[in-house]
């Protein structure tokens, strides 16, 4: 039997060190997106619009009412029991795109979120569940009447 020489002994354990390290890395920032976004869910599942309305971005909070976030709660009919399974996540300078399949009442829905990192705060920038997109849908004053 060959001996391993110290050196490459050496290399395998600084190898397992930085693989382990950056695995456990990884699973920590995966796990504090699936936490937003079952805060997110959650505030969908309670039905309050106001908790929603204020983790929007301010661009989506001037334009959507908490009677367009009804709307969108009532189209999406979470429910009780959901299940949220992330299945990526990409990270450009202050914005967090996070992908993942929503599971309720035996259906399966995509979800994708977009979040603005605010000094640690993610803001909600845009938000679609199945087909159901978080917008504004009622219109709003001023009308403009050339579109009449």
Sequence with gaps: MKK???GYIILLVIGLFIGYKKFFDNSKVEN?????????????KHEDCFAMQSILSDNLQKSVSIDDI???IQSINLGREYKFVLSDYVKKN????????LIYKNKEKPLKIVYRDNNGTLLIESQKIGANFLKPKSLKFPINAKNF
């Design 94 to 101: 202050n914005k967090i795109e996070i992908s993942g399949t």
């Design 70 to 72: 009804k709307q969108y």
């Design 4 to 6: 391993i020489k110290p």
């Design 32 to 44: 504090f997106y699936k936490e937003e976004v079952n805060k997110t869910l959650t505030d969908l």
